[in-house]
């Protein structure tokens, strides 16, 4: 027993190696917050595209380079990706946490888009025509109208789509970034002990993606209710 | 006699608010509106009556551009607005539509539905005539919250469109139209998604606001109301106009046979 403690003592912390993991912790969270940023603006921008073409019959053009980003970006692997952005389109850039948040925010924004569009998908017709019929331009009735609604439909999956992001942005450890999926191994190199570390940080992104879960079911909850509230609360 | 004759002699001087030239429209290889033409004159109350199918919607659709026609004119403002290169939103803030499934904005409460179109839209106009920004919202705000006291309404101000009832769903669409000031309101079946207990209500809004003189072009399949507030009825049957008339001409003196079965279908 005191032999498990004393495991668990030098993988977290013996010369503050708990830090190692606090700023694995810290790159982790970086990168998926900008990572899903990145991936929502593109994500929504394209869908939203798609949805324009499909309802107005314009924007053929753009449409179809859209659906080839979100066929390559989805149809390859993610890693293959990091490499290219990483060894090679931002080969002179030194700033690896960034290159890592932009290579998730790209692979994201093609599920993004394709939530999103679904999202689209499911806002009544009508929604559109009152709108244009008020005089709205196509952009006015977007923005105000569609959009809102497009997103709160698409609010769930897109949750997921978040929550899995920030696990699997534990392979940028393969080109080298320290986040919070590298840092068991570097502290396995001096300890020699395998298991503790990787609890450690096993617990740590489960912790991060409960506390996350919690966060957005609340969310969900409070904004589900926009929809009821009644009338009367002048 | 004569005063009437007169009447209609100076209606008929005036130059059409509405004139439909010759309007088409197909899809694909279905042809759902052939070749129509009809000049809609100021206040005027034109009721579109005809089977399912034989176009009224589409042709509704036609007069503010919903749908494209694929051919004739719609002069509308001395504009042909059916000319795809010019800018149908100036047009539309003229011409309200209220529809069959009410359509109320759901992302937005009941006063932000009745706001949105006129401050968003008149907002850059406001500002090039010195308003503040905040300034034009109070007063396009007072002005919905004066037009759902109208229907009797303030107090939903602040819900949303889900919890309304379907009476009070359309009545809000009605004034949400009514707030951009049209010239011309267009009704696609108002009432027919509503549970008939609530059929009354937004009939008498209907005929308040064509008291108040507003031009209407009206599809519905009430024909009790039909002609109570028509000045014209219009007959549509298999994508054309089959006959048209003065509510008495049309329902008690159908001349076309198609019209007679229709009425006998629905009476
Ligand atoms: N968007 C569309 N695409 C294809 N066909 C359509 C479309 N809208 C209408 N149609 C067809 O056009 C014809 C006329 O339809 P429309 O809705 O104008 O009839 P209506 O007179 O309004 O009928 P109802 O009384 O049932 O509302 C129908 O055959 C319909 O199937
Ligand atoms: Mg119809």
């Known amino acids: 027993m005191s032999d498990i403690i004393k495991s668990f003592t030098r993988a977290f912390i013996v010369q503050d190696r708990w830090m190692l993991y606090l700023e694995g912790l810290g790159n982790t969270v970086i990168i998926a917050s900008v990572a899903v940023l990145i991936g929502l603006v593109i994500g929504v921008l394209f869908a939203m595209i798609n949805y324009l073409k499909k309802k107005t019959g314009k924007l053929k053009f753009l449409s179809a380079l859209v659906n080839i980003y979100i066929t390559v970006v989805r149809g390859t692997p993610v890693v293959l990706q990091l490499m290219i952005l990483y060894f090679v389109v931002f080969a002179t850039w030194d700033n690896g946490i960034m290159i890592g948040a932009i290579t998730f925010g790209i692979n994201s924004s093609a599920y993004v888009a394709e939530i999103v569009r679904a999202g689209f998908e499911s806002v009544d017709d009508g929604q559109r025509e009152a709108g244009r019929s008020l005089g709205l331009s196509t952009w006015q009735t977007m923005w105000h109208i569609i959009i809102p609604q497009a997103i709160k439909n698409s609010l769930p999956p897109l949750f997921n789509e978040f929550i899995t992001l920030i696990k699997e942005t534990a392979i940028v450890g393969y080109v080298g970034i320290i986040d919070l999926g590298k840092v068991p191994g570097m502290i396995q190199s001096r300890t020699f002990e395998y298991l503790p570390p990787l609890i450690i940080s096993a617990a740590i992104y489960l912790g991060l993606v409960m506390l996350l879960t919690f966060a957005l079911r609340k969310m969900e909850k409070a904004l589900a209710k926009s929809d009821r509230n009644g009338g009367g609360k002048q | ?267």
Do not use: W
């Open chain 2, 1 to 267: 006699m004569n005063e009437n004759k007169f009447d209609t002699l100076e209606i008929n001087c005036k130059k059409p608010i509405l004139s439909v030239k010759n309007l088409k429209k197909t899809f694909g290889k279905n042809v759902v509106l052939k070749d129509i033409s009809t000049d809609i004159y100021k206040g005027e109350k034109i009721v579109i009556v005809g089977a399912s199918g034989s176009g009224k919607s589409t042709f509704l659709r036609c007069l503010n551009c919903l749908e494209d026609p694929n051919g004739g004119q719609i002069i509308f403002d001395d504009v042909d607005i059916a000319d795809p290169k010019v800018n149908i939103n100036v047009h539309r803030q003229n011409m309200g539509m209220v529809f069959q499934q009410f359509n109320l904005f759901n992302n937005k409460t009941v006063l932000e539905n009745i706001m949105l179109s006129p401050y968003t839209i008149y907002k850059k106009k406001a500002k090039k005539e010195g308003k503040k920004p905040k300034e034009f919202k109070e007063e396009c705000r007072q002005n919905a919250l004066a037009l759902l006291r109208r229907i009797g309404l303030e107090d939903k101000a602040n819900a949303y469109p889900s919890t309304l009832s379907g009476g009070q769903k359309q009545r809000v669409a009605i004034v949400r139209a009514l707030a951009m000031n049209p010239k011309v309101m267009l009704f696609d079946e108002p009432t027919s998604a509503l549970d008939p207990e609530m059929v009354g209500e937004v009939l008498n809004l209907i005929k308040e606001v064509a008291d108040e003189g507003m031009t209407m072009v009206i599809v519905t399949h009430e024909m009790g109301f039909a002609r109570e507030v028509a000045t014209r009825v219009i007959f549509m049957d298999d994508g054309v106009i089959a006959e048209e008339g003065t509510p008495s001409e049309v329902f008690d003196n159908p001349q076309n046979p198609r019209t007679k079965q229709f009425l006998n279908a629905v009476l």
